[in-house]
């Protein structure tokens, strides 16, 4: 058993895919995995991906959460080696830079689906 992807709902999975290839350079279709309502995206080396299917009745989640609101159910950590440059080319790609930010080593970002990310840049043995 292995862990190859971990899916994130969006209003349209093509847009959301094609928002993740802009972020995350080198990445790319796996396999020829995609449909109208379904992309599955990899590192060059083959390693776990991340998958995105359509669903019609997506609400984003709130960040930081709040009582009676969408939750955050999964976030994203992407190790970075420049922390603003980073920061900025992921507003490039269509990020929006999260109002609360709550470490000042870590940016809190959301793709264009309202998904909080969180760059950072490795700083002690055994952060990934």
């Known amino acids: 058993m292995r862990l190859?992807?971990?899916?994130?709902?969006?209003p349209s999975a093509r847009e959301l895919a094609d928002f993740?290839?802009?972020?995350?350079?080198?990445?790319?279709?796996?396999n020829g995995e995609e449909g109208p309502d379904w992309v599955h995206i990899r590192p060059p080396d083959g390693g776990t991906g991340l998958?995105?299917?359509?669903?019609?009745?997506?609400?984003?989640?709130?960040?930081?959460?709040?009582?009676?609101?969408?939750q955050m159910a999964v976030h994203l950590d992407i190790a970075v080696d420049d922390l603003e440059g980073e920061?900025?080319?992921?507003?490039?790609?269509?990020?929006?830079?999260?109002?609360?930010?709550?470490q000042a080593h870590v940016r809190v970002l959301l793709d264009p689906a309202g998904h909080p990310f969180c760059l950072y840049v490795p700083t002690r043995t055994g952060d990934q």
């Open 20 to 30: 993740y290839l802009r972020l995350l350079p080198g990445w790319r279709v796996w």
């Open 51 to 70: 998958s995105f299917q359509t669903e019609p009745h997506y609400v984003p989640p709130v960040w930081p959460s709040e009582p009676d609101r969408q």
């Open 87 to 102: 920061t900025a080319a992921a507003l490039l790609a269509g990020a929006r830079l999260a109002a609360f930010q709550p």
């Open 4 to 10: 190859v992807a971990a899916t994130l709902d969006a």
